[in-house]
């Protein structure tokens, strides 16, 4: 069983930054963050893999936000800079421990969430 909390998430305005926690408890293969709007679908934002740190992004994002992980704490961050008000959603980190992809129904462990709010 893995438990996930997220920190990190809050109100800044467009052009800022913002940086995201997601502290793992047990074994994973994949660290990822997912966002959903209100009214939309769920999207992929970014993941990595623990075992080689091999990152991969959505195109909405790439450029703008950083992955990264520390293995020693078996925290995942997200570095958002250049924020937009589209990028505005909460935020899922999810974990697996078996595959990485951007499926998010594949992954089998969710934090609760954490919001993120970027005004124009």
């Known amino acids: 069983q893995v438990q996930l909390v997220e920190s990190g998430g809050g109100s800044v305005q467009a052009g800022g930054s913002l940086r995201l926690s997601c502290a793992a408890s047990g074994y994973t293969v994949c660290l990822a963050w997912f966002r959903q709007a209100p009214g939309k679908e769920r999207e992929a934002v970014a993941r990595?893999?623990?075992?080689?740190?091999?990152?991969y992004y959505a195109a909405s994002v790439a450029g703008r936000f950083t992955i990264s992980r520390d293995s020693a704490k078996n925290t995942a961050y997200l570095q958002m800079n250049s924020l937009r008000p589209e990028d505005t959603a909460m935020y899922y980190c999810a974990a697996d421990g078996r595959t990485c992809s951007f499926v998010g129904s594949l992954f089998g462990y969710w934090g609760q969430g954490t919001q993120v709010t970027v005004s124009s």
């Open positions: 990595i893999a623990t075992l080689d740190s091999r990152t």
